[in-house]
């Protein structure tokens, strides 16, 4: 298996632009989670979703942000408008049922200007 | 609700020196424990888990953890440090895998 897949590896966008970043978790897990990374707060759970279906987005920014898993091999995470403060690295990751441990991305390095 | 924390935000250590870094989790039941390593630049790997039984766990690189119910702690360990295990170590509780703060290893030479 190819590992969780995330596109792209790096983007560059400018203030109030469009953003969306793209995920594939590796086949037949069940669970598939967002995390963004910062120096200043770390490694933050935005979103997860069981069975493509949001389960706690309690951690989500704000409204700029937004998460589709529209089939069980394919997740997006979008950001509209786009702000300097979304900055940041954002991982993706999946796991199969039960408690087993989580699969990471390489992650997306996001910088908006 | 879960939580878990990592007391240590930086440690230096000398290569070959022994290391622990330290976890406390927050959990009415028994947990089940992680250890991941991110390296720079990189997304994180598992480095060992801990569901049940044998408190002591092995992972990878040479790495083993301890689960001490009684102080709510996973600390992790290795005997002897290598220069290649400057990295950020993070400690997890499922089930909805929230993460600690981390903790960053430099080694000296």
């Known amino acids: 298996d190819a590992g969780v897949i995330q596109s792209p590896r790096h983007e560059v966008t400018e203030m109030g632009q469009e953003v969306t970043l793209r995920c594939k978790p590796i086949?037949?897990?069940?669970?598939l989670f967002w995390y963004r990374q910062t120096m200043m707060r770390g490694l933050e759970l935005l979103i997860y979703?069981?069975?493509?279906?949001?389960?706690?987005d309690s951690g989500m920014p704000e409204d700029r942000f937004s998460a589709k898993m529209p089939n069980a091999s394919f997740s997006t995470l979008k950001i509209q408008p786009s702000e300097p403060r979304d900055s940041a690295v954002y991982f993706c990751?999946?796991?199969?049922?039960?408690?087993?441990?989580?699969?990471f991305g390489p992650g997306t390095r996001l910088t908006v200007l | 609700a879960q939580s878990v924390t990592q007391p240590d935000i930086h440690i230096t250590v000398s290569e070959g020196a022994s290391l622990e870094l330290r976890c406390n989790y927050s959990?009415?039941?028994?947990?089940?424990l992680f250890w991941y390593v991110q390296s720079p630049g990189q997304g994180l790997q598992l480095l060992l888990k801990?569901?049940?039984?044998?408190?002591l766990v092995q992972g990878i690189k040479g790495f083993e953890a301890e689960f001490k119910r009684s102080q709510s702690s996973f600390n992790l360990r290795k005997p002897s440090v290598h220069w290649s295990d400057a990295a950020e170590y993070f400690c997890?509780?499922?089930?909805?895998?929230?993460f600690g703060a981390g903790t960053r290893l430099t080694v000296k030479p």
């Open positions: 990751a999946s796991k199969g049922q039960g408690a087993g441990e989580q699969f």
């Open positions: 086949s037949g897990h069940d669970y």
């Open positions: 979703f069981n069975n493509n279906v949001p389960i706690d």
């Open positions: 959990y009415g039941a028994t947990p089940y």
């Open positions: 801990y569901f049940s039984g044998d408190t």
């Open positions: 997890a509780v499922a089930a909805d895998m929230r």
